[in-house]
């Protein structure tokens, strides 16, 4: 189960509070006997000499590192505070078999992708962040990657393509701009081709996002 959620967390945020408008994407965390908490990310958008001049006053961290150069990216390596509540989650989320996917922030909380094994193991990680005063928000959740191009959802190519077609000849429009008869002629398929397989695509659609979106909503409802 993948779910993207909101989380106020408040690491980094001395240093972006330096670097307005820094965005910051996390590539990597792990931790060791002798480190908490180690993130890896890259920063961009953002003045880079603000941002780390903020990193050596983040009491959310105790050290930082520039680790690579890639045009208008650079790539840091951090360690967190003992004290910060988000080394508490990282233990909970391995205890839970949580797997880290994304993170992001621009100062403003996190949003944060991961992959859990069942619906309970996610909710023993969200009762893990509010025990230490982080309040999760599901933004999604899916059964399978979304990124929002489509390209995760078990539709067929037929079922793509003539989705796709419809929208650019404006069948969706009101009021339309086509029929499903010259839709089916355009995909040289009869109109009642056509309709079944237009049915079978937005079932696919909806059964992959909606039904998951409102999932999401009954999470957040239910806290």
């Known amino acids: 189960m993948f779910v993207q959620f ?14 307005p408008g820094m965005q910051v994407a996390v590539q990597h965390v792990d931790s060791s006997s002798s480190i908490p908490l180690r993130s890896v990310f890259w920063a961009s958008e953002g003045d880079f000499e603000s941002f780390e001049t903020g990193l050596g006053v983040d009491e959310t961290i105790t050290d930082s590192r520039l680790i690579a150069e890639n045009g208008d990216e650079r790539l840091y390596r951090v360690h967190y505070d003992l004290d910060q509540p988000d080394v508490d989650i990282y233990e909970a989320a391995i205890d839970s078999d949580g797997v880290f ?3 992001e922030t621009d100062g403003d909380g996190w949003t944060v992708k991961m992959l859990f094994p069942t619906r309970d193991a996610f909710n023993e990680f969200r009762e893990a962040c509010a025990a230490v005063d982080l309040t999760v928000d599901v933004d999604s959740i ?7 191009s489509g390209d995760e959802i078990a539709l067929t190519d037929p079922q793509r393509d003539l989705l796709t077609r419809a929208v650019q000849v404006g069948y969706f429009d009101i009021p339309r701009e086509t029929t499903l008869q010259e839709l089916g002629q355009q995909m040289n398929i009869s109109g009642q081709a056509a309709s079944e397989r237009l049915r079978r695509g937005m079932e696919t659609l909806i059964r992959e996002t909606v039904t998951e979106e409102t999932l999401a909503e009954e999470e957040n409802s239910n806290t």
């Open 6 to 19: 909101h989380l106020d967390s408040q690491v980094l945020s001395t240093a972006l509070e330096h670097a």
């Open 142 to 148: 899916y059964s399978k990657p979304f990124s929002g």
């Open 101 to 103: 996917l994304k993170g």
